[in-house]
């Protein structure tokens, strides 16, 4: 799953090296989907640079970024954007009944800023690596990471598996993450390839594919044009 060799961030990992329904293949070095860069060593910021990071996108809401700001939003020659996917301050007033799949529908269907995030990377496309990132980069990174696999072309099994590893990748530092979490149970911090295949099948069947899915939310044809090259032209 291409995951970077770091130390203080557990789920960096690469987009590229996954055939698509063209014959191509996603290139290596375009775009990364991590968990947070709030607590990264500087040698592993300094990994990042030179791998050739310039634009972070933090999906987290301002309540995580109060908590543990990002460590790259001063950074000269890195560009940063807090874009809220979730957008929401309010977590669920009762833990033990968190419907994860549920969560992920009402991201696709009513976050305000599916267009912001996908206009913000066509607009920073020749600019580096983009980095994007949630809390444990396991959820909101993970539905930004299918959609952009969804417009290369990239077959679903091979997005379900990219989605599965994060449970695996994440298990380091899941009870720290309970502790922004708490009260939680145990089933937030998977990452079962149905929940992910199941919001495949839902932008395909029910929205008639990435494309018009991206579409609906705003984003024009061009924008989704350099998307697409930016992952898949050598």
């Not at 600019?127 to 930004?144: E, P, Q």
């Not at 708490?182 to 008639?208: A, F, R, T």
């Amino acid at each position: 799953m291409k995951r970077l060799p770091l130390k203080s961030v557990y789920n960096a990992r690469e987009l590229g090296g996954y055939y698509t329904d063209e014959g191509k293949m996603t290139q290596y070095k375009r775009f990364l989907r991590s968990d947070a860069f709030c607590s990264i060593a500087d040698e592993d910021k300094k990994y990042l640079i030179e791998h050739g990071v310039r634009v972070v996108i933090d999906l987290r809401d301002s309540f995580e970024t109060k908590k543990k700001p990002n460590s790259f939003e001063n950074v000269e020659g890195v560009t940063y954007y807090n874009i809220q996917l979730r957008g929401s301050e309010n977590l669920s007033p009762d833990p033990s009944n968190i419907d994860m799949l549920q969560g992920y529908y009402d991201m696709i269907n009513s976050s305000a800023n599916i267009a912001t995030i996908f206009k913000t990377i066509a607009k920073e496309a020749d600019n580096g690596i983009i980095a994007f990132h949630c809390t444990a980069g396991k959820d909101r990174a993970g539905l930004i990471a299918a959609l952009l696999l969804m417009i290369a072309g990239v077959d679903k099994l091979d997005i379900m598996a990219n989605y599965q590893v994060s449970h695996t990748y994440i298990t380091p530092i899941i009870e720290e993450l309970f502790k922004i979490y708490p009260n939680y149970p145990q089933h937030v911090m998977l990452s079962k390839p149905e929940w992910i295949g199941s919001i495949v099948d839902y932008i395909n069947n029910e929205c008639g594919g990435v494309n018009a899915y991206l579409l609906s939310k705003g984003v024009t044809e061009e924008e989704i044009k350099i998307i697409k090259d930016k992952l898949t032209k050598g």
